[in-house]
T-cell receptor
Framework: DTAVSQTPKYLVTQMGNDKSIKCEQNLGHDTMYWYKQDSKKFLKIMFSYNNKELIINETVPNRFSPKSPDKAHLNLHINSLELGDSAVYFC??????????????FGPGTRLTVL | TQLLEQSPQFLSIQEGENLTVYCNSSSVFSSLQWYRQEPGEGPVLLVTVVTGGEVKKLKRLTFQFGDARKDSSLHITAAQPGDTGLYLCAGPQANDYKLSFGAGTTVTVRA
């Protein structure tokens, strides 16, 4: 009965490959997010979807493409992986789009290592 | 440049000691949140502070929001090894859909 789940937990791949990370939430939330946490533990938002509609698209290379087939799922596809893409990627969800007073629920993270 | 600056970056203390973590900004925030992240897990919300000068207590954890709503602190009394983790403060940017995180304070409590 995990609230926000991500697969895979670990992903090791070669430079230039294409990979996907999947995220699912069973909380009934309207809004989902993708964050990147670098080696210094800095957590930075990448994308946010509200009811399958893209509402935040930070300065992220075009190689990263989020896809939300329904409001319970938000997947992240990365093309032509580079060494600098190595990080931990977190999926999160919240009840409504506003974040000020709203709790975000995070998944366990996917550690991506690009060799 | 980060909107939220946290200090110290690392803190290692003995079980039973007290500690304080700070979160500062030059911007005014409508609210601030504190999250704790344990190794191999995602951040988990501890508290949200909304009113300037507000103090909230969660067992041995005391959270304070500055009067001007530009800073916050987290104080842990009689720390235990279970308090070990990365403590992150976060606040909404002008666009309410975006949450901006500080760089975090890694707390290690030695038994």
């Amino acid at each position: 009965d995990t609230a926000v789940s991500q697969t895979p937990k670990y992903l090791v791949t070669q430079m230039g490959n294409d990979k996907s990370i999947k995220c699912e939430q069973n909380l009934g939330h309207d809004t989902m997010y993708w964050y990147k946490q670098d080696s210094k533990k800095f957590l930075k938002i990448m994308f946010s979807y509200n009811n399958k509609e893209l509402i935040i698209n930070e300065t992220v290379p075009n190689r990263f493409s989020p896809k939300s087939p329904d409001k319970a799922h938000l997947n992240l596809h990365i093309n032509s992986l580079e060494l600098g893409d190595s990080a931990v990627y977190f999926c999160a969800s919240s009840q409504v789009g506003g974040v000020g007073l709203v709790e975000q629920f995070f998944g366990p993270g996917t550690r991506l290592t690009v060799l | 440049t980060q909107l939220l600056e946290q200090s110290p970056q690392f803190l290692s203390i003995q079980e039973g000691e007290n500690l304080t973590v700070y979160c500062n900004s030059s911007s005014v925030f409508s609210s601030l949140q504190w999250y704790r992240q344990e190794p191999g897990e995602g951040p988990v919300l501890l508290v949200t502070v909304v009113t300037g000068g507000e103090v909230k207590k969660l067992k041995r954890l005391t959270f304070q929001f500055g009067d001007a709503r530009k800073d916050s602190s987290l104080h842990i009394t009689a720390a235990q090894p279970g308090d070990t983790g990365l403590y992150l403060c976060a606040g909404p940017q002008a666009n309410d859909y975006k949450l901006s995180f500080g760089a975090g304070t890694t707390v290690t409590v030695r038994a």
